[in-house]
């Protein structure tokens, strides 16, 4: 009995914690110039068969001049619906059908 009685009260601390998680989440507006981020949510955004980086700029390019340089990234922008993402957890590649608290 007494150790049911525990693992109830665990159980409901547990769900408290995820929902104040969750609600904390949905109060945060992203910045409208804020660069999009994707760490948070354990993706990276694949486009042309290519992982977008949003770290990669001009210097990097010069930098690596000699080599033979296929990939351009573009401007940084939000994740939109058909965009090509990269499960991190799982290591997964899919499309993204619809958006969540956005």
Excluded at 48 to 75: H, I, M, P, W
Aim: net charge positive; aromatic share 2%; proline share 2%.
């Amino acid at each position: 009995m007494k150790v049911e009685r525990e693992s109830q009260r665990r159980v409901a601390e547990l769900k408290r914690e995820a929902q104040r998680a969750t609600s904390e989440g949905r109060k945060r507006e992203p910045s409208a110039s804020a660069v999009p981020s994707t760490s948070g949510r354990g993706v990276r955004v694949m486009r042309d068969g290519q992982f977008v980086q949003k770290d990669s700029s001009d210097a990097n390019l010069a930098a690596n001049e000699a080599e033979d340089v296929r990939y351009v990234s573009g401007a940084a922008r939000e994740i939109v619906v058909g965009d090509k993402v990269k499960l991190r957890s799982f290591g997964s590649i899919g499309i993204v059908d619809s958006l969540k608290g956005d």
